[in-house]
């Protein structure tokens, strides 16, 4: 099974973008120049990680990108030493992100990595809750500090307190420092954010191998069901939606909530009105930390969060008035979810003849349900309450920059990588302190507007969802549960590839992440304002799916995913439906169009296009 060479892909310049290689770090291209290096990847199977990546990455947005290639590599290969894998090395070609698990292929070597794996992972295994705990402490401290750090202005003159209180110090030295502190923050943030992930997948891995090996004919879906129904912050911020939806029935407020589609038409309307501003006071309580939620997955600085669009969760929370009117319970069916699991559960321990199996059947299965918590709480403490803020911290540094002439507009801090922000922050605050202009305003406005029309064309190249030659077997964990990149999704991606007319195609096939089979009309979606166009009983098909997008599995049927494997946030979340789901179909959103007629089998992971 081959797709496109690397080199022959990155060869291939998109006429217009000569040079966009500056944009990224200088580690992120393919070369030529280098015969080892070119050599190695060559030889190397690289995958588009549209999971994290559905659009092409902004220079700035490439801090998240190095902060897990360091943090994930880190913990698998020189803290905990995951056995058979190292890290994961990434590559850019246009503005997209191609991945590559590096694997421990000398067996001698593997063998070697066991017992410091066992030692040290199993330190943590019987420590979790303890350590989860600090954990939590940590993240809460680190998103403490980054709420409190200022980005200061540069004054026409120092306040003479300088002067009186002796401080000895600028305020453009604070911007800089201050600066490095924010981007140093955003580095540590994910040091945590990988500390117990990599093993809490591990947990996941080491119960399906375990059983699959027990079962050889069991579908995936039946193995992660077992953990499913365990309540998780995840859903918290969609749970306060339900709320505010219950009590504005209760206070009889419900009509003006629904009246109007803008947050300010509500608000304006509520002020003054009995029991308006007893609502209005629950909605601003629940904001904080729950509203510091992407709109997107969280990564990308065009993923507000709610607080930022108050419109996002005003049109969940009107979601759920219209069913509450209609008598339909908006819980979801937890009892119904742990109820299956443990039939499941039950139907498959008591196959298991061995007294021995039965044992660490158990002992894997608690395990996995102790890390499920984290895995995806996670979620809601880094990419969303940490980075909500982060990124406003970021258009305060624009501000300062747009301020001194270096850019036209907050969002034009974007094209910036971090550290030619750093130079151009040196550059102003030199010129402030000399008097003269920062050279940069003659330089970077040019620069960024050249940067926009490269990044509108990349936009319009379609990324291979792979290149390289794919290898015999793929075994790494984590590019299986998570991303949904196994030798049969290859197979599939590549038969869609290779049709020149995407609209003769009828069939799609990906992961089976949930059961069940439904036939609906498809809404195409690729944000979180895609998904308040949603109707009742609709099918969701998108790149990919995020906590923020949780109304929205109060409306539909089924979900259909570009990228993701069984332990995505999509298969996660439609399981606790109890709703058909197919991830990682690798075309989805080029094939499928808003309309038409789907019919979705999420227990053999094919989607049919009826009409």
Not at 130 to 159: G, S
Not at 353 to 373: H, Y
Not at 445 to 460: A, C, D, L, N, S
Not at 554 to 563: L, N, P
Request: proline letters at 6%; a negative charge; aromatic letters at 12%.
């Amino acid at each position: 099974m081959k797709f496109p060479v690397p080199h022959d892909v990155k060869g291939k310049t998109i006429p217009g973008t000569e040079g966009w290689e500056r944009m990224y770090p200088y580690q992120y291209q393919f070369v030529t120049d280098d015969p080892q290096r070119n050599q190695y990847e060559k030889e190397t199977f690289w995958f588009y990680d549209g999971l994290h990546y559905p659009e092409p990455l902004y220079p700035f947005d490439t801090i998240w990108d190095e902060a897990w290639y360091l943090a994930l590599s880190q913990f698998n290969n020189r803290i905990f030493q995951v056995p058979p894998v190292r890290g994961v090395d990434h590559r850019i070609i246009n503005g997209y992100v191609y991945i590559s698990p590096v694997p421990v292929k000398d067996p001698e070597e593997i063998g070697r990595r066991v017992p410091n794996f066992m030692e040290r992972a199993g330190y943590y295994y019987k420590n979790w809750d303890e350590l989860e705990a600090k954990w939590k402490l940590k993240m809460e401290a680190t998103i403490a500090e980054l709420e409190a750090l200022q980005i200061p202005r540069l004054p026409e003159v120092e306040e003479l307190r300088v002067v009186t209180d002796g401080i000895g110090e600028s305020t453009a030295y604070h911007l800089i420092k201050n600066y490095d502190d924010l981007i140093n923050l955003g580095i540590k943030c994910w040091q945590y954010h990988f500390e117990f992930l990599n093993l809490g997948y591990a947990a996941y891995v080491f119960f399906m191998d375990f059983t699959q090996k027990l079962f050889p004919s069991i579908p995936l879906q039946r193995v992660t069901q077992m953990i499913s129904g365990i309540d998780v912050i995840m859903y918290k911020s969609d749970d306060e939606l339900k709320e505010l939806a219950k009590k504005a029935v209760a206070l009889e407020v419900d009509d003006v909530v629904t009246g109007h589609r803008d947050w300010a038409d509500v608000k304006a309307a509520l002020q003054g009105r009995r029991h308006g501003d007893e609502w209005l006071a629950a909605f601003e309580k629940a904001r904080y930390p729950w509203f510091n939620i992407s709109s997107g997955t969280g990564w990308f600085h065009t993923d507000r969060s709610w607080n930022d669009n108050l419109n996002i969760p005003l049109d969940g929370i009107q979601t759920y008035i219209s069913k509450l009117r209609t008598g339909v319970a908006i819980d979801r069916p937890m009892e119904a979810v742990r109820a299956e699991r443990d039939r499941v559960t039950a139907e498959y321990r008591d196959l298991i003849d061995n007294d021995e199996d039965r044992k660490q059947f158990d002992e894997l299965l608690g395990c996995a349900r102790t890390v499920f918590p984290y895995v995806e709480n996670h979620l809601f403490y880094v990419e969303h309450w940490f980075h909500s803020v982060f990124w406003n911290k970021m258009r305060e540094v624009a501000a300062v920059m747009q301020e001194h002439g270096l850019i036209a507009e907050i969002e034009d801090i974007w094209y910036l990588r971090r550290d030619e922000i750093k130079q151009a922050l040196w550059d102003i605050v030199t010129a402030w302190a000399t008097g003269v202009t920062p050279r940069g305003t003659a330089t970077w406005p040019t620069e960024i507007e050249w940067r926009k029309g490269v990044m509108q064309k990349f936009r319009e190249w379609a990324p291979p969802p792979a290149i390289g030659i794919a290898p015999e077997v793929i075994q790494e964990p984590f590019t299986i549960v998570l991303w949904g990149v196994t030798n049969s999704s290859l197979s599939a991606w590549a038969s869609v590839q290779d049709v020149a007319d995407p609209d003769s195609i009828t069939e799609l096939k990906g992961f089976p992440a949930s059961a069940g089979i439904v036939e609906g009309k498809a809404r195409v979606c690729r944000s979180a304002e895609d998904i308040r166009d949603l109707l009742e009983g609709e099918i969701l098909v998108a790149p990919t799916t995020s906590p923020s997008w949780a109304p929205a599995f109060a409306k539909i049927k089924a979900c259909i995913t570009d990228v993701g494997g069984v332990m995505s946030h999509a298969a996660i979340v439609c399981r606790e439906y109890g709703m058909p789901a197919v991830v990682g179909t690798g075309h989805s959103t080029r094939v499928i169009k808003t309309g038409m007629t789907l019919r979705v089998d999420g227990s053999s992971g094919v989607v049919t296009i009826v009409q």
